[in-house]
């Protein structure tokens, strides 16, 4: 699933490309991704491309937003010359000048259509953005204080840390020397310091790298390329493999469902 730093990617690169642009017509090829009347958006300016959490918001100039969720294999291409669609495209909004193309192989991402109490509505629910000031070790130790989970699990939490998912989770445990399975609330107060520390260190990382396209390579930038942060991965999908602090194997188990990777040793 795209994580902060690949919808982070994808929205520098939109701002740039389609900001300013005026919406001319929205094909609708799969209505479960697009469940609202385009009508209320055709002919409408591009004022800018924002983020929040895992979702992209697109400012419209009649106040109204088209809010995007890719879920986990969501895509959006930009095209300034017209393409036929693929397979797996479900919306094709056109531009003044160039498409944009929602794919979206498992059909669960969405785009919808939200005016700003809406918006508010939906954002609210979130945690704080890790890149923002309100991602303080007060904050973390608070929100880690009231929960009887393990770590891993409340750092994949939107309402506790927005935009933090499975890549950047296992990287950020490692890099911070934390166990994944331990309870969030046994954190010490230096763990916690370096936890958000760590945190801080991979997302950036992967912004610098335009996302990871893991070994799934669903996540493209909306030139149809790859990011790279994949070829830094300390510790993501790398069980059997040497941990490249002390050589000791890296495991893999499942927790909450999701694929976790860690060294026994640094990590204990
Ligand atoms: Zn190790």
Same mark, same amino acid.
């Given at each position: 699933?795209?994580?902060?730093p690949?919808?982070?990617? #994808?929205k ?10 005026r919406?001319?017509? #929205?094909? #609708?090829?799969?209505?479960?991704q697009?469940?609202d009347?385009?009508?209320?958006? *055709?002919?409408e300016?591009?004022? &800018?491309?924002?983020r ?8 419209? &100039?009649n106040?109204?937003?088209? *809010?995007i ?8 291409i930009?095209?300034?010359?017209? /393409? ?6 479900r919306v094709? *909004? ?7 193309f ?18 508010d509505?939906e ?16 904050y973390? %130790? /608070? ?10 699990i409340?750092?994949?939490? !939107?309402?506790? *840390? @927005? ?7 296992n990287?950020?445990?490692?890099? @911070?020397?934390?166990?994944p %399975? ?14 958000r ?9 992967g912004?610098k790298y335009n ?5 799934? !390579?669903?996540y ?11 070829q ?5 999908? /790398?069980?059997?493999e040497k ?8 495991e893999? #188990? ?10 026994p040793?640094?990590?204990?």
């Amino acid at each position: 699933m795209p994580e902060l730093p690949e919808v982070e990617t #994808i929205k520098r690169y939109l701002n740039k490309a389609i900001s300013g642009k005026r919406i001319v017509n #929205i094909e #609708i090829l799969s209505k479960k991704q697009f469940p609202d009347n385009p009508k209320e958006v *055709i002919g409408e300016k591009i004022l &800018s491309v924002e983020r929040r959490a895992k979702n992209l918001i697109i400012k419209l &100039s009649n106040k109204k937003t088209l *809010i995007i969720h890719l879920k986990l294999s969501g895509q959006l291409i930009w095209e300034r010359k017209t /393409k036929i669609p693929v397979k797996s495209t479900r919306v094709i *909004i056109s531009l003044n000048s160039g498409k944009l193309f929602f794919n979206e192989m498992r059909k669960f991402g969405w785009i919808k259509i939200l005016n700003q109490n809406q918006l508010d509505l939906e954002l609210a629910r979130f945690g704080p953005e890790p890149l923002s000031k309100d991602f303080s070790i007060e904050y973390l %130790q /608070k929100a880690f204080g009231n929960t009887s989970r393990p770590i891993k699990i409340v750092l994949l939490d !939107q309402e506790k *840390i @927005a935009g933090i998912g499975n890549i950047y989770a296992n990287e950020a445990l490692f890099e @911070a020397k934390i166990n994944p %399975q331990k309870l969030a609330r046994r954190l010490t107060a230096g763990e916690i310091k370096r936890l958000r520390k760590a945190i801080l260190l991979v997302l950036k990382e992967g912004i610098k790298y335009n996302g990871a396209s893991a070994a799934d !390579q669903l996540y493209v930038k909306p030139d149809s390329s790859f990011g790279s942060y994949q070829q830094y991965f300390r510790i993501y999908q /790398k069980n059997g493999e040497k941990c490249q602090k002390c050589k000791t194997i890296i495991e893999r #188990i499942s927790l909450g469902g999701r694929g976790t990777f860690f060294c026994p040793k640094c990590q204990m």
